[in-house]
């Protein structure tokens, strides 16, 4: 059974630093990418990035590129999304979800989703 | 970058058919593949197409995917709605270097 395990909740001051994790399990983790979604209370999601654990390439969205990185650490199926500086404006849900893989060329979408992390930036 | 643009919020009767529109504001829709997810309130999302078209094993035949290029939109169906077809839904596609997007999604009440 394909599972991503991600901490509840961190809470955390402006201005920290914080590496969220997402466990992966039940599937080859190095052969699939694996990205990271935000959900700001009450709006939208927002997809920010995706990386490919086998060769660490990873994709960011423009509006996500330069404020956070992503990576992962294959040898323990983890992957995961990091701030250096956090803004109150940081906080919210954020999602992992594994990509389903390549069809005839073109990616797939997110098949299998964490439980979410709720990252609460406040002084 | 290209944007999905959904309606914000589409109603519909017990049993009756609804479509939700997920147009692409540039490139091809059909140069990428389009997913459609469910998102309940307090829950992760859940996806309902893949693919443009394909459903993952347990979602039901009720729900369905198409593209058009003439109007480069997705659409995503569901037909005989019942009360726990209501959520929010969310179109996903990619640009040319696999960069994704979400719509807005779109709020479906079933009343």
């Known amino acids: 059974e394909v599972q991503l395990v991600q901490p509840g909740a961190e809470v955390k001051k402006p201005g920290e630093s914080l590496k969220i994790s997402c466990k992966g399990s039940g599937y080859n983790f190095n052969g699939h990418w694996i990205g990271w979604v935000r959900q700001m209370p009450g709006k939208g999601l927002e997809w920010m990035g995706i990386i490919y654990p086998g060769d660490s390439d990873t994709r960011y969205s423009p509006s996500f590129q330069g404020q956070v990185s992503i990576s992962a650490d294959k040898s323990i199926n983890t992957a995961y999304l990091h701030w250096g500086s956090l803004k109150a404006s940081d906080s919210g849900m954020y999602y992992c979800a594994r990509v389903s893989g390549y069809s005839y060329g073109r990616l797939g979408g997110f098949d299998y989703w964490g439980q979410g992390t709720l990252v609460t930036v406040s002084s | 970058n290209f944007m999905l643009t959904q309606p914000h919020s589409v109603s519909e009767s017990p049993g009756k058919t609804v479509t939700i529109s997920c147009t692409r504001s540039s490139g091809s829709i059909a140069s990428n593949y389009v997913q459609w997810y469910q998102q309940r309130p307090g829950s992760s999302p859940t996806t309902v197409i893949y693919?443009?078209?394909?459903?993952p094993s347990g979602v039901p035949d009720r729900f369905s995917g198409s593209i058009d290029s003439s109007s480069n939109s997705a659409s995503l169906t569901i037909s005989g709605l019942k009360t726990e077809d209501e959520a929010d839904y969310y179109c996903q596609s990619y640009d040319s270097i696999n960069r994704g997007v979400f719509g807005g999604g779109t709020k479906l009440t079933v009343l």
């Open positions: 693919e443009d078209n394909q459903r």
